[in-house]
Nanobody
């Protein structure tokens, strides 16, 4: 069973930064893609950023230039660096990965942007 554990969420003021981490029990080298999604109250879950096995990345238009996804293969960890945070970034952020044709999710970490 593949496990993902997110951390790094919290309360931050507008304009601030946070870095989310997602540690997986699965070897990075067998993963097709890893990404971050978010879900705000009353909204559907949306893709924020994704990194494919070859290193290609993609971002939602709303976070381009502010959020950056990266990975550390040695630590089986993917990160989401979030800069210039806005109140509309408030949501539960979920780590997700695809491996061997299956998808896996973390439990989520709350990010609240408020003054």
């Amino acid at each position: 069973q593949v496990q993902l554990v997110e951390s790094g969420g919290g309360l931050v003021q507008p304009g601030g930064s946070l870095r989310l981490s997602c540690v997986t029990s699965a070897s990075i080298f067998r993963i097709t893609s890893m990404g971050w999604y978010r879900q705000a109250p009353g909204n559907t879950r949306e893709l924020v950023a994704r990194m494919f096995s070859g290193g290609t990345t993609s971002y939602a238009d709303s976070v381009k230039g502010r959020f950056f996804i990266s990975r550390d293969n040695a630590k089986n960890t993917v990160y989401l660096q979030m800069n210039s945070l806005k109140p509309e970034d408030t949501a539960v952020y979920y780590c997700q990965l695809n491996r061997d044709g299956l998808g896996y999710w973390g439990q989520g970490t709350q990010v609240t942007v408020s003054s």
